[in-house]
């Protein structure tokens, strides 16, 4: 049976001069995808046959950040000849056997979800109409087409903008740029719109007008969320709508069981993983493909980006990318993880440390004032605070290797490659360039000597200078008496 056989046609082939940039507008972002990628995903939910995307500006660009995301879609290439309507008539060329229903959506409306465009298809295949359009009644329709209807309620024509008389303009119905078409219809009717309107175009919104002129019924479905129509053109309509996909986010996680204390400032991008009972502190952005485990505590002020995040840790003031923290564990304040960092169950990444290609291990503390890059540390090691991992030689990166139940002195540079064996303890301000033996205490020390009267001899009228005579005398004083 044709009335349940379904093709997908994405139109992605505009410049988006408005958004005035050199990305293409369906690759802006939004919620960590572009918006195309928003339209695909919707579309890949509805169980299509054919999934088509046509493009044409920055041909290779979009082609390429589509196929990277949706290795299904086929690419189809626009031609010289302008307009909505050539464009979904070069889709159907490509599928020259397929006949049922025709769903044809915009690369810029991101916030038309799976459900909402199944709801629009089961409307069509219930009217059993030719096409049917979704529409939306807003109270400024400019810049839309109008939805003109005739006396039965059934669609009529569309009128784009710069067509409309004075009265057509005043409907407040417009046409949210998503159809439903039998694909025999628009074969048969497509070849003969013309170009013959204000832009010079082929309007696939000329269609519905064939169609009634020929007998033929042409629905509307009215929705009842007019934000799923919403169109990106420009960066303040980017961010509106990408504001609008945010909350929609954070709230269907606050219904999962997960607690953000001010969702206008937390941001959560649609592949994150919200486990229930993890609590969100203001300020907070998860992006990527970050999955944060049962009880865990984010923010505030944090940002994680592709970080897995382990049952009960807690994360604040942090800065972490391709990160994982393990269960129980405690980042923050003020910490910076690089990718590749790893922190064991029950440790700790404290304030002022940066990592880079770490792996710490379960119950170990960097506390404070350090980088560890290119480390590997043991269990239970608890290093002093101004620990510095030195990696790199200016021509290579090199690895520390720390062991069990290590303790590090205050102020140690390690100068990779190096090894510190298992229950090693080092001392304050040791610069450690050979391998430490299991047990053994490294020192790295100096014989300290003062210069009596330096001060007073090189900085002679100085408030330093003057403090030290002061001292100086009062010491002969108590001597003498």
């Not at 660009?61 to 070069?90: K, L």
């Not at 159907?92 to 810029?108: M, R």
């Not at 880079?356 to 605070?385: C, F, M, W």
């Amino acid at each position: 049976m044709t009335e349940n056989r379904l093709a997908i046609i994405v139109l992605a082939a505009g410049q988006g001069t408005r958004m005035r940039s050199t990305l293409p507008k369906v690759l802006h972002p939004i919620a960590g995808r572009p918006l195309v990628g928003h339209v695909l995903t919707s579309a890949s939910r509805l169980g299509a046959e054919h999934i088509e995307v046509v493009v044409r500006h920055e041909r290779d660009r979009v082609a390429g950040a589509i196929t990277q995301q949706f290795p299904d879609a086929v690419i189809v290439d626009q031609d010289d000849i302008p307009g909505t309507g050539r464009a979904v008539e070069v889709a159907l060329d490509a599928i020259p056997d397929f006949d049922g229903d025709v769903l044809i959506l915009s690369g810029d409306t991101p916030l038309a979800d799976a459900a909402t465009l199944s709801a629009f298809l089961e409307e069509h295949r219930a009217a059993q109409a030719a096409a049917t359009l979704m529409t939306a009644v807003v109270d400024d329709p400019t810049g839309y087409g109008r939805v003109i209807r005739d006396g039965g309620g059934d669609v009529d024509r569309i009128v784009e903008q710069k067509d409309a008389t004075a009265e057509e303009a005043a409907v407040s119905e417009i046409n949210a740029g998503m159809y439903v078409f039998r694909a025999a219809a628009l074969r048969e009717y497509l070849p003969a719109v013309g170009v013959d309107n204000a832009q010079g175009e082929k309007y696939l919104t000329d269609v519905p007008a064939l169609l009634r002129r020929a007998g033929q019924r042409v629905a509307a479905s009215v929705v009842s969320d007019v934000s799923v129509t919403f169109g990106v053109n420009d960066r303040v309509q980017l961010a509106q709508v990408g504001r609008l996909l945010n909350a929609r986010i954070v709230r269907r996680w606050q219904l999962e069981g997960v607690t953000v204390v001010d969702p206008a400032t937390t941001w959560i991008d649609d592949d994150a993983k919200l486990a229930p009972d993890v609590t969100l502190l203001p300020n907070t952005t998860i992006a990527g493909a970050t999955v944060i485990d049962t009880g865990a505590t984010i923010g505030p002020d944090t940002s994680l980006v592709d970080c897995e995040v382990g049952a009960g840790a807690v994360v604040r003031r942090t800065d972490a990318t391709l990160a994982v923290i393990g269960a129980g564990a405690n980042v923050g304040p003020f910490a910076y993880l690089r990718p590749g960092t790893t922190l064991g169950a029950n440790g700790k990444i404290g304030t002022f440390v940066e990592t880079k290609n770490s792996q710490i291990g379960e119950g170990s503390k960097v506390p404070h004032l350090s980088y560890i890059g290119d480390t590997t540390i043991g269990e239970r090691v608890n290093l002093g605070a101004g620990a510095i991992t030195a990696n790199y030689d200016d021509l290579v990166k090199h690895r520390t290797e720390i062991g069990d139940e290590v303790h590090t002195g205050s102020h140690n540079v390690f100068v990779a490659p190096v090894r510190i064996g298992d229950g090693a303890k080092t001392g304050a301000g040791a610069v450690v360039r050979k391998d430490v033996p299991a047990g053994a205490l490294a020192l790295s020390v100096a014989p300290q000597r003062n210069v009596e009267g330096w001060v007073e001899k090189n900085r002679a009228g100085t408030g330093a200078a003057e403090a030290a005579a002061r001292a100086g005398e009062a010491a002969s004083r108590g001597t003498a008496e």
